[in-house]
Each structure stands twice: as structure tokens, then as C-alpha cells.
């Protein structure tokens, strides 16, 4: 492998920075993904190589630069990333147990209807699945066993079935507008100072 790369030297910005009771000119090279920075005050050493120093990557451009924490947090990503896929095929389908039975029991106390011999609206074996977090197949074995029919209003299943994702969705948005709009508010009242100020100076230029 070939060093040469190192020995491009990059130009950094310049600023003045606080040394001492003294301001002293240094370069500044900032983390492309995190925005942190640091300086290189004059120590004799290429910028590139006093960077590399303090852990730094440097890029071929400033978009290439990351800090040292920057770069420990990648490679944390991708052992994540590599976990995943092999997750599902370890975990085999769980049983139902003594304990998922009784939660399930409990909840079809409370939402079937046993002398209607149907769910109370707008329950379903879905609905219950998703409030337990538990198979739909299993609130459905059950409920056949010690409940009832599902009974209901297939239509009206499907509908619940079908909205509720959207009606989440809905209220993310609505409070993401909420947010906005707080936001707007907040600038507002700066729009209109803003207008003054541009028709004072219009004036006083005399336009
Ligand atoms: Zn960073």
C-alpha cells in the first residue's frame, strides 16, 4: 500500500482562536457528520498530519472529514445491521403459554359480549391481538373455546381493520402541523418587523 495520499496536503480555513491571553491564527476542520470541530494552532506539523493525530479522518475534502467519535459509531451500525436478518430465523414461533392464555381470557372478559355471543363494538380478534401484542390465531382459539363466535359486522371489521393505520397516521401529521404552526406563530410578528425595516430604509434611500 502507498503512503502518498498522506502527503497531500489539504488547505483548511483559517481562524482566529483564544491561546492564552492571546488570540493566534489556527486551522479549523469540522466533522462532516456531527458538525464538532478543532483547531490546529501552528505546532510545526502539516495540518493533515495534526488532525490524523488527534484521531481525526481526513478526507480529500472537507465533506470527507470525521471526528474520532464520529467514526468509532459506524462500525456499532453495522454490527447492528448484520444481526438483523439472523434474528428471525433463530427465534422460533412461540407457544401460547399458561400466562397468554389468562391475559387473553381477562381481555375477552372485559370486550365480549357473551349474551350477544359477539365481540362489543368495535372489538375484534384483530383489535385484541394488536391491544396484547399477542397472534391474532391464538385470541381467536380462545375466544372459539371459551367465548363465542367473532360475530360482527365483516364490513365493519375490515373498516376498523383498514382505518386505523391511517387515522395514526393522521394524527402525526396533525401534530406535526401543530408544531409548525407553534412555529410559525413564533416567527410571525418578526415577518412584519422585518417589513418596516425594509420600507424605513426604502425611505431613507429615497426610493
Ligand atoms: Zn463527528
Known amino acids: 500500500?502507498?503512503?502518498?495520499?498522506?502527503?497531500?496536503?489539504?488547505?483548511?480555513?483559517?481562524?482566529?482562536?483564544?491561546?492564552?491571553?492571546k488570540r493566534i491564527p489556527a486551522a479549523k476542520i469540522e466533522c462532516s457528520k456531527c458538525g464538532s470541530v478543532a483547531y490546529h494552532p501552528d505546532t510545526g506539523l502539516n495540518d493533515d498530519d495534526y488532525f490524523r493525530k488527534k484521531g481525526w479522518s481526513v478526507g480529500r475534502g472537507p465533506a470527507a472529514d470525521v471526528c474520532s467519535e464520529c467514526q468509532k459509531r459506524r462500525p456499532e451500525l453495522k454490527v447492528v445491521k448484520m444481526e438483523k436478518p439472523e434474528a428471525p430465523k433463530v427465534e422460533p414461533p412461540r407457544e401460547m403459554g399458561r400466562e397468554d392464555r389468562r391475559i387473553i381470557t381477562d381481555k375477552l372478559d372485559e370486550v365480549y359480549d357473551d349474551?350477544?355471543?359477539?365481540?362489543?363494538?368495535?372489538?375484534?380478534?384483530?383489535?385484541?391481538s394488536r391491544d396484547l401484542g399477542v397472534p391474532r390465531a391464538w385470541v381467536s382459539e380462545v375466544r372459539e373455546q371459551f367465548f363465542g363466535p367473532e360475530g360482527g359486522n365483516p364490513e365493519f371489521d375490515a373498516f376498523i381493520e383498514q382505518s386505523a393505520p391511517i387515522i395514526a397516521e393522521m394524527k402525526n401529521m396533525a401534530n406535526s402541523l401543530r408544531i409548525q404552526s407553534e412555529r410559525f406563530k413564533e416567527l410571525e410578528p418578526r415577518i412584519s418587523e422585518l417589513e418596516?425595516?425594509?420600507r424605513r430604509i426604502e425611505r431613507e434611500l429615497g426610493r
Open 1 to 21: 500500500m502507498s503512503n502518498s495520499p498522506a502527503k497531500m496536503q489539504r488547505r483548511f480555513p483559517r481562524e482566529a482562536i483564544q491561546y492564552g491571553d
Open 115 to 128: 349474551k350477544a355471543g359477539s365481540y362489543k363494538a368495535p372489538w375484534t380478534d384483530a383489535a385484541v
Open 196 to 198: 418596516r425595516m425594509g
